[in-house]
């Protein structure tokens, strides 16, 4: 049974920070390019950041660039996105997303909802 489950979510300051965890199960996860985006209310959904399949490469939105850090760890099986001097318009519901390499079934988490607000 393949399950994303994203965690870390909640409510944060403007300025503050904070570190999102997906878990990832049901297949292979050191063969997956991990990714993260995020909705905002009435918007559409944003990609934010991308890790590959070592950790040894990473890309980031121009939004978030400096602000994020993705990472991997492949022995726990978990994506991170640690979220530094955060802004208002960085609410949103964030997800995790997999994609086999080569490309393949794209894998999806049910999100988790962060809240930056003064």
């Known amino acids: 049974q393949v399950q994303l489950v994203e965690s870390g979510g909640g409510l944060v300051q403007p300025g503050g920070s904070q570190r999102l965890s997906c878990a990832a199960s049901?297949?292979?996860?050191?063969?997956?390019?991990m990714k993260w985006y995020r909705q905002a209310p009435g918007k559409e959904r944003e990609w934010v950041a991308t890790?590959?399949?070592?950790?040894?490469?990473?890309a980031y939105a121009d939004s978030v660039k400096g602000r994020f850090t993705i990472s991997r760890d492949n022995v726990k099986n978990t994506v991170y996105l640690q979220m530094n001097s955060l802004k208002s318009e960085d609410t949103a519901v964030y997800y995790c997303n997999a994609i086999p390499v080569p490309r393949g079934d794209d894998y999806w988490g049910q999100g988790t909802q962060v809240t930056v607000s003064s």
């Open positions: 049901g297949f292979t996860f050191s063969m997956y390019v």
């Open positions: 890790i590959s399949r070592t950790g040894g490469s990473t």
